[in-house]
Nanobody, 114 residues
Framework: QVQLVESGGGLVQPGGSLRLSCSAS????????MGWYRQATGKQREWVAT???????NYGDSVKGRFTISRGNGTNTVFLQMNNLNPEDTADYYC????????WGQGTLVTVSS
């Protein structure tokens, strides 16, 4: 059974940082395009970042230069380092594994507020 479990969300002040983790089981994430998406209340789900099996990364315009997606060395984990957070980054953040099948995690909430 495939599972993607996100962690690392929480409350942070504007300008702060958080590191999200996505732990995959039942698949070898290095063979998948791994991505992070987010959904704010009342808005559509938005693509944040992806990393290919070859390590190529891409970012949405709203997070470029502030967020970094990476894979854990020798682990089945993908990270999202988020710096210089602002209230517009408040959302549920979801991990996605795209390959022969499409898998999603349950999400982790990030709240940016003073």
């Amino acid at each position: 059974q495939v599972q993607l479990v996100e962690s690392g969300g929480g409350l942070v002040q504007p300008g702060g940082s958080l590191r999200l983790s996505c732990s995959a089981s039942g698949i070898l994430s290095r063979f998948y395009v791994m991505g992070w998406y987010r959904q704010a209340t009342g808005k559509q789900r938005e693509w944040v970042a992806t990393i290919t099996s070859g390590g190529t990364t891409n970012y949405g315009d709203s997070v470029k230069g502030r967020f970094t997606i990476s894979r854990g060395n020798g682990t089945n984990t993908v990270f999202l380092q988020m710096n210089n957070l602002n209230p517009e980054d408040t959302a549920d953040y979801y991990c996605r594994a795209r390959g022969p099948e499409d898998h999603w995690g349950q999400g982790t909430l990030v709240t940016v507020s003073s």
